[in-house]
């Protein structure tokens, strides 16, 4: 056993109704000029964590969008820094996330992070940004939330189909957390604990989407999820997302869900140790059980019903795309050429 485990900054405060601490959690920091972020479809629920931060919080900016457009990300820093901004609050999705972490590491402030999804962003030191269709990410410590707050309430209002597109980007972190070659053992465990809980609550979210339980449960797992990602190296799988992402403006959450199983079923051969872990806690062969639990739900399952298609020129961006997803070669248990990428793509297109 031979293993570098990192330390996690961040403080958590996970449960029912704890959105209501979040004026606490900032006082705390000892910030007095709060800008919150949120993305236009959460605006209400911003001006409710302005109204509970008072006078500590300096404005509330809606603007955020997926994937982090460079021009969304500089005209929220410009914001900030007119506020005067010495914190930010970001509540929301991985979007809204996403615009705290640029006005974070821009500006210098500490972010204080209330998800809404299942994303896992809150729990990572890592930034996004989205210029002339090329995503980029990178890590950095000043974007890391100094604290999330995680309050299932928040999140019962979220759409099954979203929810279960939002769990798959987590699944899709523990997976990837799984086979990294920087896994520690307490990775290990906070993955195999994800998937786990979070294959477990999606029925039971589908049934009763309100259900405080499952809903606590799907959030638990999205920690878990993040918090491995945080501290290993994202492989193939997150590579072919941004890839995606980045080039067609996918949405990020259902391209996760669609990828995983190709993934899955391309890399477990070579991963076997992850593949037994996987299936030890998935109570079954894990592309079987992600694939069923996706169905069922009625999740989208083709890159085709996300987009990928010739409106967004599939066939020409697709050697471009596959040559972008192999240079650098992606820390994977197997090392893709951009042919295996070409073919694992088009599969994933057509399901
Ligand atoms: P999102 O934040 O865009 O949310 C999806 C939609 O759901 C939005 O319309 C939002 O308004 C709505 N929504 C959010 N919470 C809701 C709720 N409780 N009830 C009803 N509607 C709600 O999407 P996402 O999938 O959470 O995040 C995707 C973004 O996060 C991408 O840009 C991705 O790159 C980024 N991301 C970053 C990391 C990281 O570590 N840096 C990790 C995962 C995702």
Redesign the pocket.
């Known amino acids: 056993m031979r293993f570098t485990e990192l330390p996690r900054p961040t403080r958590v405060v996970f449960g029912a109704g704890r959105f209501a601490e979040l004026g606490e959690e900032v006082a705390r920091l000892g910030a007095r000029r709060v800008v919150v972020v949120t993305?236009?479809?959460?605006k209400a629920l911003g001006e409710r964590a302005a109204g509970s931060l008072g006078e500590r919080c300096a404005g509330v900016l809606p603007d955020?969008?997926?994937?982090?457009p460079a021009e969304v990300a500089d005209a929220g820093v410009a914001r900030a820094r007119e506020l005067g901004a010495d914190g930010c609050v970001a509540v929301?999705?991985?979007?809204?996330?996403?615009l705290g972490?640029a006005i974070a590491r821009d500006t210098g402030v500490p972010l204080v992070a209330v998800p809404?999804?299942?994303?896992?962003?809150e729990m990572?030191p890592?930034?996004?940004r989205t210029e002339d269709g090329v995503?980029t990410?990178g890590r950095d410590e000043r974007v890391r939330p100094a604290v999330v707050v995680y309050d299932p309430e928040?999140?019962?209002?979220?759409?099954v189909a979203?929810s279960a597109?939002?769990a798959g980007?987590a699944l899709a972190?523990a997976v990837e957390a799984l086979w990294a070659s920087d896994a520690t053992p307490v990775t290990r465990l906070e993955a195999t604990e994800s998937a786990r809980a979070l294959v477990d609550a999606l029925p039971r979210v589908a049934a009763a989407p309100a259900d405080p339980d499952a809903r606590a449960d799907l959030l638990y797992g999205a920690w878990l999820a993040?918090a491995g990602?945080a501290v290993t190296t994202m492989g193939l799988h997150h590579r072919l997302a941004?890839v995606l992402?980045g080039g067609l403006d996918l949405?990020?959450?259902g391209t996760h869900t669609v990828l995983l199983p190709h993934v899955l079923a391309w890399t477990l051969p070579a991963a076997p140790e992850a593949a037994a872990a996987l299936e030890r806690a998935l109570g079954g062969e894990p592309v079987a059980v992600l694939r069923r639990t996706f169905a069922d739900l009625g999740a989208p399952t083709t890159l085709a019903e996300l987009g990928a298609d010739e409106e967004r020129s599939w066939t020409s961006q697709l050697d471009v795309l596959a040559e972008r997803a192999v240079s650098p070669p992606p820390a994977h248990p197997r090392v893709p050429t951009a042919s295996d990428v070409r073919t694992l793509l088009e599969e994933a297109r057509r399901g």
């Open positions: 993305t236009p479809g959460r955020a969008v997926e994937h982090v929301g999705g991985g979007s809204a996330i996403g972490k809404t999804t299942y994303s896992g962003s990572t890592v930034w996004g995503k990410t928040l999140t019962t209002s979220l759409p979203t597109t939002s980007n972190h993040g990602l941004h992402g949405p990020h959450a």
